[in-house]
């Protein structure tokens, strides 16, 4: 199956994905130049891939999500 036309940036996310690296908002942000990560992947779920998502929280307590690939069956 080809892969769906996505934009510029949900392809950035996608290929971060693959390379097998968790991803947060603030990565998307600052690393990646993506403003709306809850929005790209959304697009990649509609187009069928399979992303993970888990709460995490950092050394202050604060929570956050962490985005994974998930494995395709």
Do not use: C
């Not at 199956?1 to 994905?17: E, G």
């Not at 942000?29 to 950092?58: C, P, Q, Y």
């Amino acid at each position: 199956m080809a892969d769906p036309k996505f934009s510029p940036q949900t392809t950035l996310v996608l290929n971060y994905l693959k390379s097998g690296r968790a991803l947060t908002n603030l990565i998307a942000i600052t690393n990646l130049g993506v403003g709306s990560l809850t929005s790209r992947v959304a697009e990649l779920r509609k187009a069928g891939v399979k992303v993970n998502d888990e709460w995490s929280f950092d050394h202050f307590e604060r929570a956050y999500k962490r985005y994974t690939l998930g494995v395709e069956e």
